[in-house]
Structures are given as structure tokens and as C-alpha cells.
């Protein structure tokens, strides 16, 4: 199914009108950043209070069980990312580090610049290396145009190519975004749309064995696999923007992702539909 189709897609238009009220609060009410004060209905969906107004203040929330958070809002040519989780995982820019601030982006009413990816050489990778995690959460904020790419994942090396990767999630050949795990064979979920569009996306990813592998793309629940509920036993580190996934389905030879990231992170537990939703909320 293409980015096309007509059906009304529930929480992008929710969100919509959970944001227009958001910015009429905000202006009435001074130096509030989290509090929507309203419940507003939308023809079949209603929204009560949604509690964040911006991504740092989302993820702020969660980051209790954050490996890291990276806002990837710092400025152009700089070598590292600050955790904002309070983890200390400090990453490292690799390749060419570049930056804008084009309009519209993700997260609008957050400050900084959007991390520019150019496809061939630009990646993060984390300092901190953690064995087998088995219960995660990753996400982030996209936008491409180019048809394959890897936006996150776990790898057995800190740089180049991992001789060892899964639970990553990459854009395919197609344009659909892939979630996948390796336990003795490859184990993928994915998204029905196409998402190279050049517009903003946010996508989640968790994993456990209680809940198995699920995949959100803008706040809805897009794949599933209950029966997927482990990845590959080894010691890695978390890779963005960049890794090795060749021969996992629909990957073709585009390893590099090519456009611009914000806001991405990675949890030892299962974030809820709920915390996925308020993620995506915040950035609209």
C-alpha cells in the first residue's frame, strides 16, 4: 500500500488537531512547554489532555530506561552527541557531519538542527558496548527520498561493517520500513506504506519475548510478529544511520541511510502504545 491512499490516517490527523489546540494554549498561557488544557474532538476520535508539547520533554519522560537519547540537534562538523537520558553514552559522529534547519522538521517546536546524512560515509555510533539486549525499544525521527538505508540498529562493531547485525530497522528496496531480528534466521516485520516520500516519519521499534517484535510508524501500530520474540546472543553497540544488512529481505545494497534524522533512541524495555503515540505527538 502506498503513502497514497486515500483513507484517513487516525493519528496523523488526530495529532493535527491535538497540536493546532497545543498552539493556542501555549500562546495563552506563558512558558507552559507539556500542558494541552482542552479535550478536543475529531469526527470519530477524541483526545483528552495530551501531556507533551516537545520531543525533549517526551522523551524526558522515558528516559529512565534509555541506553541513550540523541536530539542529533548539534552543529555542523561536531564529533559527538550528547545524551540527553543522563546515561552518559556519549556517541561519535562518523563521516561527514552536516546540519540544517529547513522547514518544515520534526519536532518544530524544539531548538536546533536536523542531523543531514549524505548516504556514503555519515553515521553514529555509541561508546558503550551491551550484551544480548533482549528487551529494547529503539525509534527516530526520518526523512529520505532514496529507497534503502539503515536508520538504526544493533551491530557486533563499534565502526565499519558488523559481522554481526540485527534488531535494526532500515528502509527497504521498496520504500517500506523493515524491523529485524536474527535467532538463527531472519525474523522481519513490515510496514505495508512506503515512506521515502521526503516528508517527516517517526518510527518505533520493540521487541521482547512477552510482546514479541512490533513496528509504529507515526503512532500506529503498522506490523506485528507475537512469535518473534529474540534476537541474536552477542555484544554490540547501536548504530544510526549506518551498518551492514546484506541478505536480510529487501535490503538490496544501499547500507547507508541518505536524508535527515532527529530525536533517536534506544530503551532496555517496551515502550506502550501510549508512549509511542506521545512520542510521535510531541515531534508534530
Known amino acids: 500500500m502506498s503513502r497514497t491512499d486515500p483513507r484517513p490516517r487516525r493519528s496523523t490527523a488526530l495529532v493535527a488537531a491535538v497540536v493546532a489546540v497545543a ?11 507539556s500542558g494541552f488544557v482542552s479535550r478536543i474532538t475529531n469526527g470519530a476520535n477524541t483526545a ?4 507533551y508539547f516537545t520531543c525533549t520533554a517526551a522523551a524526558a519522560a522515558d528516559k529512565s530506561t534509555a ?4 536530539a542529533l540537534r548539534e552543529t555542523s562538523g561536531s564529533l559527538f552527541v550528547t545524551d540527553s537520558s543522563g546515561a552518559g553514552n556519549t ?5 561527514t557531519m552536516r546540519t540544517n534547519t529547513t522547514a518544515p522538521m520534526a519536532c518544530p517546536r524544539d531548538t536546533g538542527s536536523a542531523y543531514v546524512l549524505n548516504g556514503t560515509s555519515s553515521y553514529v555510533s555509541t561508546n558503550t558496548r551491551i550484551t544480548n539486549p533482549t528487551v ?3 525509534e527516530a525521527w526520518f526523512k529520505t527520498t532514496v529507497a534503502g538505508g539503515k536508520i538504526i540498529g544493533f551491530g557486533s562493531s563499534q565502526t565499519g561493517s558488523s559481522t554481526q547485525n540485527d534488531r535494526h530497522v532500515y528502509v527497504s528496496t521498496t520504500g517500506q520500513i523493515v524491523f529485524g531480528a536474527y535467532n538463527g534466521a531472519t525474523q522481519v516485520i513490515t510496514s505495508p506504506d512506503t515512506y521515502t516520500d521526503g516528508d517527516w516519519h517517526h518510527v518505533a521499534a520493540t521487541m521482547s519475548p512477552a510482546t514479541g517484535m512490533r513496528l509504529y510508524l507515526d503512532g500506529d501500530l503498522v506490523a506485528s510478529n507475537v512469535s518473534y520474540t529474540a534476537g541474536e546472543n ?3 553497540y547501536v548504530r544510526i544511520g549506518y551498518d551492514n ?6 535490503s538490496g545494497t544501499q547500507f547507508f541511510f541518505s536524508g535527515s534524522l532527529r530525536f533517536a533512541a534506544f530503551y532496555t524495555s517496551v515502550l506502550t502504545p501510549a508512549q509511542v503515540l506521545n ?4 515531534g508534530q
Open 245 to 250: 544488512t546484506a541478505n536480510w529481505p529487501g
Open 91 to 95: 556517541g561519535i559522529y562518523r563521516g
Open 234 to 236: 552477542y555484544a554490540g
Open 279 to 282: 512520542h510521535y505527538a510531541a
Open 136 to 138: 529494547f525499544s529503539e
Open 48 to 51: 483528552a489532555t495530551a501531556p
Open 23 to 33: 498552539a493556542v494554549v501555549t500562546a495563552v498561557i506563558p512558558g507552559t512547554s
Open 67 to 70: 541506553v541513550f537519547q540523541y
